[in-house]
């Protein structure tokens, strides 16, 4: 591994790791020996982070210059941390490790005072009924939005039915207990929701629809919102 990549997943470890951190716990996390973890260290303090510790003690990152100093105020920090609490407990391990780490980044910017504000934050979040573990394929229907690229699925009916459906995948909607992909259904040529759950099988075409997403997701809400009115 190239050294400026290691030095990177150093400072992530650092950032994400409930802190101090042991040298044998930074090792593992980025594949090295402890010796070249301390030379490691010492490379990173020498470019200007802050961090506190020694070997045998553990290590913390008391000040991070990879990222810019952010400033909040008390209740911003609130909504973030209500926030990225929610999206933890989405159902998908994917979106719950990325709110980890986005509140590890932001954490790290912070001054002291602002940090302790939110560790110990007011505003927490519980669900006794959580949704489903998302689908393998959510990960494939996400990155089809992002790229805006045609799906090929199969997908079950409220009967049990399966059609083949090609699909525009605009959205995907977080709601009480399901996931739903807002789309552009190629076969019906229309807006069409669809439980990600009943896709049995997601396929990437290759074909894209950009640069159409937005528009086409803006007109479909302004659709939804009309027939909420009514």
């Not at 913390?60 to 990225?84: H, K, N």
């Not at 995907?172 to 229309?190: E, N, T, Y």
Request: hydrophobic share 45%; glycine share 6%; with cysteine.
């Amino acid at each position: 591994m190239a050294r400026a990549d290691r030095l990177f997943r150093l400072l992530t470890a650092l950032r994400m790791l409930p802190q101090p951190v042991t040298a044998a716990r930074l090792a593992e996390e980025t594949g090295v020996s402890p010796r070249t973890l301390y030379r490691d260290i010492a490379a990173l303090r020498a470019g200007g982070a802050l961090i506190d510790g020694e070997a045998g003690l553990g290590y913390t990152l008391a000040e991070d210059p990879a990222l810019p100093p952010q400033m909040f105020t008390r209740i911003e920090i609130e909504a973030l941390v209500l926030g990225l609490a929610e999206a933890g407990m989405a159902g998908d391990p994917a979106l719950a490790q990325a709110a980890r780490s986005a509140m590890a980044k932001i954490t790290a910017t912070l001054p002291e005072r602002v940090q302790r504000q939110a560790v110990h934050a007011v505003s927490q979040t519980y669900r006794y009924e959580r949704r489903p573990a998302a689908p393998a394929h959510m990960g494939a229907v996400r990155e089809a939005c992002w790229n805006e690229e045609a799906l090929d699925i199969a997908y079950a009916d409220r009967d049990g039915r399966i059609t083949e459906r090609r699909i525009w995948p605009l959205s995907v909607v977080f709601l009480d207990r399901s996931l739903m992909v807002l789309a552009w259904c190629c076969l019906r040529q229309d807006f069409r929701r669809f439980h990600l759950q009943a896709m049995s099988r997601v396929t990437p075409t290759g074909e894209h629809f950009r640069p159409r997403r937005v528009a086409l997701l803006r007109q479909f809400i302004a659709l939804l919102r009309a027939g909420a009115r009514r």
